[in-house]
């Protein structure tokens, strides 16, 4: 069941990747990008728990402290200076 949890993890983190490279707007790729690193922590987790390594959790917890934080950062820096993107690049 965990090997099944671990494949639907690493599909749903493609997914991610997808939305974070192909994403409409700069939202939509911030917001995947935070999906891709919660799954991350889901994953470490999951990991740890097959490979009978309780101290993945630690790794899993600081992981997600790092990734909101970067989140809260990178909104902040566009909520300043927000993109111009009705500019197209050539």
Same mark, same amino acid.
């Given at each position: 069941?965990? *090997? +099944?949890?671990?494949?639907?993890? #690493?599909?749903?983190? *493609?997914?991610?990747?997808?939305?974070? $490279? #192909?994403?409409? +707007?700069?939202? &939509?790729?911030?917001?995947?990008?935070?999906? $891709?690193?919660?799954?991350?922590?889901? *994953?470490?987790?999951?990991?740890? $728990?097959?490979?009978g390594r309780p101290e993945f959790? &630690?790794?899993?917890?600081?992981?997600?402290?790092?990734?909101?934080? @970067?989140?809260?950062?990178? *909104?902040?820096? $566009?909520?300043? @200076?927000?993109? &111009?993107? +009705?500019?197209?690049?050539?």
């Amino acid at each position: 069941m965990f *090997l +099944t949890a671990t494949a639907a993890i #690493l599909v749903v983190m *493609l997914m991610a990747l997808i939305r974070a $490279f #192909l994403g409409p +707007t700069l939202y &939509d790729r911030i917001l995947a990008v935070n999906m $891709f690193g919660t799954n991350t922590v889901l *994953l470490i987790a999951v990991v740890g $728990f097959l490979m009978g390594r309780p101290e993945f959790l &630690d790794i899993a917890m600081v992981y997600a402290l790092v990734n909101f934080i @970067s989140v809260i950062a990178i *909104l902040r820096y $566009f909520e300043y @200076s927000p993109p &111009d993107e +009705t500019v197209e690049h050539k």
